[in-house]
Each structure stands twice: as C-alpha cells, then as structure tokens.
C-alpha cells in the first residue's frame, strides 16, 4: 500500500519559516497533480497549494506571495516553502496526490498523515 511520508513540520514566531517535504514510499512510476492541505482545530479541511507534473503551481489566495510550492519528479517529492508565517496559518498539513501509477495500477487520491504547523505571536 502506498503511503505519503510528510516532515517538516513544527512550530515557530509569526513572521517565521518553514519548509515541509512529502515523498509516497515505495517505488512510484509516475506521479500526477501533488498538492497541500491544511486542517485547522475546529475547521474543515482546506486547499493550500498544488503543483502539475509540469511545474504549473496553484495558490490559496491567502498564501500567495508567502507559500512556494515546488516537486522534484524525479525523487517524486513535494515541498512547500512557508514564509512569513502567520499565527492563522497555523494547522495540521497533508500533503494529497491526485494520482500515482506503479507499474500499470493507477491509484487515486493518495493522502500523508499529517505534519503540525503551529505559529505563535
């Protein structure tokens, strides 16, 4: 079974830092739309950031010209740069692939367990 290994993670001043990682485990062939989402205590699940096999990135508004998204397909990895963090940033971070291929199985919506971001003022 294919997992998502997320880290990272921890806790920090606002105005702080913080870079997550998130790599499936196992051998992957091909790796589709990889992305971040955030649950905050209390909150529903929501949509952080995602990037294309290409490169093309996405943003939550409130994130833009904060957050960077990058992957590196060939060590199938995710990153999300985090800076000038705010204390509304803080939650629990999944890191979610829309579709992966190991050999010819293809699996849908693969989801990590979770890194705590916590920002203090």
């Known amino acids: 079974q294919v997992q998502l290994v997320e880290s990272g993670g921890g806790s920090v001043q606002a105005g702080g830092s913080l870079r997550l990682s998130c790599a499936p485990s196992g051998s992957i062939f091909s790796i589709n739309v990889m992305g971040w989402y955030r649950q905050a205590p209390g909150k529903r699940r929501e949509w952080v950031a995602d990037?294309?096999?290409?490169?093309?990135?996405n943003y939550f508004e409130s994130v833009k010209g904060r957050f960077t998204i990058s992957r590196d397909n060939a060590k199938n990895m995710v990153y999300l740069q985090m800076n000038s963090l705010k204390p509304e940033d803080t939650a629990v971070y999944y890191c979610?692939?829309?579709?992966?291929?190991?050999?010819?199985?293809?699996?849908?919506?693969?989801w990590g367990q979770g890194t705590q971001v916590t920002v203090s003022s």
């Open positions: 979610n692939v829309d579709w992966l291929r190991i050999g010819g199985q293809i699996i849908n919506d693969v």
């Open positions: 990037i294309s096999s290409d490169g093309t990135a």
